[in-house]
């Protein structure tokens, strides 16, 4: 293979074969974002049905080259870490594909359509979305998981904002900054636990020193939600004509809702999310079967009520409501709507596990961690490699496990306390995850709420204030202690 003449030179630099020069490592980097920013301008909001998935196997692709060609990274050590990440990820893609069947089965049951009826007579445009972000907070808060909050409340409130003539956008916003401020304060919350187990640090201890950064941020972004609601809201055009569409086409009902209240219980147990999910799916489908037969029947084109149960879980439905808007909004992608999200999780995973497999990841954060030089560098620094991670790995859960293993060390030889390293791991990696196009995080919420992550993204407030308040603590160093 004829190798350029800049990468023998960095090559020749006397460092380990494993890990390249970081001029050489942030090369995938480049030529992924370069690759991606062309697919975003060509396809737009489709670019997450193809043109990512090849922008990230071309990323991976440079990464294997270099290390095979360069440096004599043998081809089995890739294909073993790849492997290893995809499985480490397997939950993760069957967790996808039931809330795909919850929100298929959840709508067509009349669930998610009762929800809505009851909720766009009860809720004011002015106050929506500053009460959208505190509901989302609150079952976060209970279930743990900002996934489950998102797939079933967000999916209903969604609904509730279009018909009240909110923009889905900031809809989408303020669901998503009240799912994950519940989820980072959450004693059940996988990533809580992570975060505070990666660096050892107690886990309350862990939440209760999150709350000093958490808390300002989410007053600070309910305030806007209230001010952007105040200012903007003129709805309740649509209301009258919904009510009588939903009414009209399914069996509102507030039987439904024992539904998502069982599905409370199963949370409030801390019964685990895949089996949560798979359940609540088929609690909805014998609903469906007693309440909304009819509905069945549509979905199916037959008189069979199993083949249209069959369908609902596992493909898209459309059901005429008589209203086009309508129709659009109860719609729903079943099983076979996640796969272009499980596709696009596979491809970044074999980008992260080549960039980890490589060295490169490794070579970039010695340089970041080379120029930590006080309080203020070294928390900027974790939350700049945290975020970093989650745009190179695409995944929430090995950009904690890398930030914590990289700055570890660090922090303990300056002797700060561990809490700080843990906190700051959630306030970068946890919270921006959702703000990544191609991050198993943003990839699932888009899908779910059929809003695009960079539609949403100006909008979650919570998310793009997390990282920078926590760089304000640090700067003013409140309840920053080293170790005595």
């Given at each position: 293979m004829a190798v350029p003449f800049f990468l023998r030179t960095f090559a020749a630099v006397n460092k380990p074969?494993?890990?390249?020069?970081?001029?050489?490592?942030?090369?995938?980097?480049?030529?992924?974002?370069?690759?991606?920013?062309?697919?975003?301008?060509?396809?737009?909001?489709?670019s997450l049905s193809g043109g990512s998935q090849i922008a990230l196997l071309m990323g991976m692709a440079v990464c294997v080259c270099i290390s095979m060609g360069v440096y004599r990274v043998p081809w089995r050590i890739f294909e073993q870490r790849i492997k290893h990440t995809i499985g480490e990820v397997s939950i993760t893609l069957?967790?996808?594909?039931?809330?795909?069947?919850?929100?298929?089965?959840?709508?067509?049951?009349g669930?998610?359509?009762?929800?809505?009826?009851?909720?766009?007579?009860?809720?004011?445009p002015q106050f929506f979305l500053v009460s959208a972000c505190v509901i989302c907070a609150i079952v976060s808060l209970l279930s743990g998981s900002s996934w489950t909050t998102i797939a079933t409340i967000?999916?209903?409130?969604?609904?509730?904002?279009?018909?009240?003539?909110?923009?889905?956008?900031?809809?989408?916003?303020?669901?998503?900054?009240?799912?994950?401020f519940g989820d980072k304060l959450s004693p059940l919350s996988d990533t809580t636990i992570l975060a505070s187990s990666a660096t050892g640090t107690d886990l309350f201890v862990h939440i209760r020193y999150m709350m000093l950064t958490t808390i300002p941020t989410f007053a600070v972004s309910l305030v806007i939600f209230l001010v952007a609601g105040i200012d903007g809201g003129e709805g309740n055009v649509q209301v009258?004509?919904?009510?009588?569409?939903?009414?009209?086409?399914?069996?509102?009902?507030?039987?439904?809702?024992?539904?998502?209240?069982?599905?409370?219980?199963?949370?409030?147990?801390?019964?685990?999310?895949?089996?949560?999910?798979?359940?609540?799916?088929?609690?909805a489908g014998v609903v469906a079967l007693l309440l909304q037969p009819h509905v069945l029947c549509e979905?199916?084109?037959?008189?069979?009520?199993?083949?249209?149960?069959?369908?609902?879980?596992?493909?898209?439905?459309?059901?005429?409501?008589?209203?086009?808007?309508?129709?659009?909004?109860?719609?729903?992608?079943?099983?076979?709507?996640?796969?272009?999200?499980i596709w696009l999780i596979l491809c970044a995973m074999c980008f992260g596990a080549a960039m980890v497999a490589s060295g490169m990841i490794e070579s970039l954060t010695r340089v970041i961690v080379h120029w930590i030089r006080n309080r203020v560098s070294l928390v900027s620094s974790t939350v700049g490699t945290g975020?970093?991670?989650?745009?190179?790995?695409?995944?929430?859960?090995?950009?904690?496990?890398?930030?914590?293993?990289?700055?570890?060390?660090?922090?303990?030889?300056?002797?700060?306390?561990?809490?700080?390293?843990?906190?700051?791991?959630?306030?970068?990696?946890?919270?921006?995850?959702?703000?990544?196009?191609?991050?198993?995080?943003?990839?699932?919420?888009?899908?779910?709420?059929?809003?695009?992550?960079?539609?949403?993204?100006?909008?979650?407030?919570?998310?793009?204030?997390?990282?920078?308040?926590s760089i304000v603590m640090a700067m003013l160093g409140w309840k920053i202690k080293k170790r005595t």
């Open positions: 074969p494993s890990i390249p020069h970081p001029l050489v490592a942030v090369v995938p980097v480049v030529v992924l974002i370069g690759f991606l920013a062309v697919v975003i301008t060509l396809f737009g909001s489709d069957l967790i996808l594909l039931c809330v795909g069947m919850l929100s298929g089965s959840w709508m067509i049951s669930i998610v359509p009762t929800l809505i009826y009851y909720g766009v007579q009860i809720m004011s967000g999916v209903a409130l969604l609904g509730i904002g279009h018909a009240l003539g909110v923009s889905e956008a900031w809809t989408a916003g303020a669901i998503i900054s009240g799912a994950y009258d004509r919904y009510t009588e569409g939903l009414s009209r086409t399914f069996n509102i009902s507030l039987w439904t809702l024992l539904v998502p209240l069982l599905t409370g219980v199963l949370i409030a147990r801390r019964v685990p999310s895949l089996i949560v999910l798979f359940v609540s799916s088929v609690m979905v199916a084109g037959s008189d069979s009520l199993t083949r249209g149960l069959a369908m609902t879980y596992y493909g898209p439905t459309a059901v005429d409501t008589g209203d086009a808007s309508l129709n659009d909004l109860i719609s729903t992608g079943g099983m076979a709507g996640m796969l272009n999200t975020i970093f991670l989650n745009v190179t790995t695409g995944d929430q859960f090995i950009s904690i496990v890398l930030t914590a293993d990289i700055f570890k060390e660090v922090y303990d030889k300056q002797g700060y306390e561990t809490r700080l390293l843990s906190r700051t791991c959630e306030d970068a990696a946890t919270v921006t995850s959702v703000l990544i196009p191609w991050n198993t995080c943003g990839m699932t919420q888009a899908a779910v709420l059929g809003v695009p992550t960079l539609v949403y993204l100006p909008y979650c407030f919570f998310n793009l204030f997390s990282p920078l308040m």
